[in-house]
């Protein structure tokens, strides 16, 4: 069975290639034809030069062009840019095998010789066979943004168009970041390291100012004594350091006795987390001696 190309057969795929060439040729030749036309009718100048007949202009080379786009049934940019095109590829040196839209690309090249050297350069043809011309391949010479991204930095540079909305790039970015290999590698990365913890220590900042609004409207109910805000600014300073210190532990390792001089050290903040709650919600501020004994770090 044939190989299919869409719905159509690999055979019947090339005969409609043999076709669509035809059809670009004739079109790229009305093409030229209309461009020049215009051009006859309004030669391209510098801005204020002379009409080249020596009289004065009966309209404006935009209102001609416009004319003359109207009666032959075009749009007026469509016309404006065939000329432009005209006036950049003299028919000598404009290529039967090339499309007027792949010429109209390199036509903004403004060294003359450059431009007409790139035109009989085609590149490699990425699937074999003779070199030729493709639209993006035309982009790339004159360094514009190519259509289908190939390289990484065409595709680094399509998702930075698309992402260039704060609210879209941050959803980008929080599902990259879920990949554990992009993560890595972005972390590798020492500005964007610091922002990240930037990021963190701002929003733990953040977190901190909310832990006191909420604060405020018990302060304005009655008098809180300065244990309360002790309290409050305790946990909130605990947190804040935290989040400053332990994004910066990627890649740290420790022994099993640093291990353990931290194991005991959280033992420690989760007994003193248990006595703080016990004395704000039951009012039970007394230590038994096996806390007491953890707190002081004299055992377990």
Not at 217 to 240: G, I, K
Not at 254 to 264: A, H, M, N, S, V
Request: glycine letters at 6%; aromatic letters at 8%; charged letters at 30%.
């Amino acid at each position: 069975m044939s190989a299919m190309v869409g719905s159509v057969t690999r055979e019947r795929y090339d005969e409609l290639v043999t076709l669509g060439r035809d059809w670009v040729a004739t079109m790229s030749g009305a093409q030229w034809r209309i461009g020049d036309a215009a051009l006859e009718i309004e030669p391209m100048r510098s801005y204020g030069g002379a009409n080249p007949a020596g009289k004065d202009d009966l309209f404006t080379v935009s209102e001609a062009i416009r004319l003359f786009a109207e009666d032959i049934g075009l749009a007026y940019t469509t016309v404006r840019d065939y000329r432009w095109v005209s006036s950049r590829w003299p028919a000598k040196r404009r290529r039967a095998d090339v499309s007027h839209t792949i010429h109209k690309i390199p036509a903004s090249i403004p060294d003359e010789q450059e431009r007409f050297e790139a035109v009989n350069n085609p590149p490699p043809n990425p699937r074999g066979g003779q070199p030729r011309w493709t639209h993006d391949s035309a982009k790339r010479v004159v360094g514009w943004k190519v259509d289908s991204p190939e390289s990484v930095q065409e595709k680094v540079e399509a998702i930075h168009d698309l992402a260039s909305d704060d609210a879209v790039a941050a959803v980008v970015t929080t599902d990259f970041l879920r990949r554990p290999a992009v993560a890595s590698k972005a972390m590798a990365d020492d500005t964007a390291r610091h922002v990240v913890n930037e990021a963190q220590f701002d929003r733990f900042r953040q977190q901190a100012q909310f832990v006191h609004e909420e604060a405020a409207p018990q302060l304005q109910r009655m008098e809180h004594s300065a244990q309360f805000m002790d309290l409050v600014a305790a946990c909130a300073q605990f947190v804040a350091t935290a989040g400053r210190i332990v994004p910066n532990l990627r890649g740290e390792h420790y022994d099993d006795g640093e291990r353990d001089t931290i194991g005991r050290g959280l033992a420690r903040v989760r007994a003193a987390a248990d006595w703080i709650e016990n004395a704000v919600t039951r009012g039970e501020v007394d230590l038994d001696e096996q806390l007491e004994r953890l707190l002081k770090g004299s055992g377990e």
